[in-house]
């Protein structure tokens, strides 16, 4: 049995939570793909993930930076990016390739028009034929009535509000 999870929310943790959910996983044997919608900067994770046999990833190839900074020809080759990679990993789960999806801030792709919506919907609303994992920020109310597991990650304090810039392997 295959389930749906989503973890959401302005608190630090969403993808570290979901890329637990990929080492353990991992670690049983299960293949696991991951989406990552949103990103194109190095991060550690990418260098970890790749050492294991049965994780692969997808994402942009290369940082399109914040949405309200792109141009409409980054917006339109970035949904199109979006779109090819989640086409990709639709078919692995369709052909029984992969036991785990995670959706790395699809609930962001989707909420900023930059994938394409229905196929989106299409996938979390059927059937789930791999484990579905997703985050996000302000998920609409669809994706928790799909989801079979629902965190809400919620920020209480974070050094940012101090000055404090991001870190590599803190918050990168």
Same mark, same amino acid.
């Given at each position: 049995m295959f389930l749906k999870h989503l973890y959401f929310g302005t608190g630090k943790g969403k993808t570290t939570a979901a890329l637990g959910l #990929? *080492?353990?996983a991992s670690g049983s044997g299960m293949r696991v793909h991951i989406v990552q919608f949103l990103k194109g900067t190095d991060t550690? /994770? *990418?260098h970890s993930l790749e050492r294991l046999e =049965?994780?692969? $990833?997808s994402r942009c190839d290369r940082n399109y930076g914040f949405s309200f900074k792109m141009t409409d020809k980054d917006k339109a080759d970035i949904t199109n990016?979006? =779109? !090819? =990679? *989640?086409? #990709?990993a639709v078919e692995m789960? %369709? !052909?029984g390739k992969v036991d785990m999806l995670i959706l790395d801030e699809i609930v962001d792709a989707y909420n900023l028009n *930059?994938? %394409?919506r229905d196929a989106v919907i299409s996938l979390i609303s059927g059937e789930p034929q791999a484990e579905i994992v997703m985050t996000g920020h302000n998920p /609409?109310? $669809?994706f928790i009535d799909c989801a079979d597991y629902v965190s809400e990650i919620k920020a209480i304090k974070h050094p940012f509000e101090k000055g404090i810039s991001s870190r590599k392997g803190i918050e990168y």
């Open positions: #990929a *080492l353990r550690g /994770e *990418l =049965n994780v692969t $990833i990016c979006h =779109n !090819s =990679n *989640l086409k #990709a789960v %369709d !052909s *930059l994938v %394409d /609409e109310q $669809i």
